[in-house]
């Protein structure tokens, strides 16, 4: 059974830049895409930006395009998103997802990514 677990959350001023990070353990699988997801109070759980397996293909949303960076290190079975420029929109809780995919496409949606971490929260002050 894969296990992710965020970390980094916290509190930062609008302008200012955060790092979370994505634990892996458990399960065998090889081939795991993790996307970073977000959801904020009254809102749905929206996609944030995903990286493929070999950790060199990545997509983000449109929203976060430019000032978010995902990025892999195997060795250490964690990703990390690098959040820049952030913004009060930028507040929500952070999630992170796995999904064994061994195509080239990205998956955005959250219904396509069968394991989750519990979440953490980051909140950006104007």
């Known amino acids: 059974q894969v296990q992710l677990v965020e970390s980094g959350g916290g509190l930062v001023q609008a302008g200012g830049s955060l790092r979370v990070s994505c634990s892996r353990s458990?399960?065998?699988?090889?081939?795991?895409?993790v996307g970073w997801f977000r959801q904020a109070p009254g809102k749905e759980r929206e996609f944030v930006a995903t990286?493929?397996?070999?950790?060199?293909?990545?997509y983000y949303a449109d929203s976060v395009k430019g000032r978010f960076t995902i990025s892999g290190d195997n060795a250490k079975n964690t990703v990390y998103l690098q959040m820049n420029s952030m913004k009060p929109e930028d507040t929500a809780v952070y999630y992170c997802?796995?999904?064994?995919?061994?195509?080239?496409?990205?998956?955005?949606?959250?219904?396509?990514?069968?394991?989750w971490g519990q979440g953490t929260q980051v909140t950006v002050s104007s």
């Open positions: 990286i493929k397996w070999n950790g060199v293909s990545t």
């Open positions: 997802a796995a999904v064994l995919n061994r195509s080239r496409f990205f998956f955005t949606l959250p219904m396509e990514y069968p394991y």
């Open positions: 458990g399960g065998t699988l090889s081939a795991l895409d």
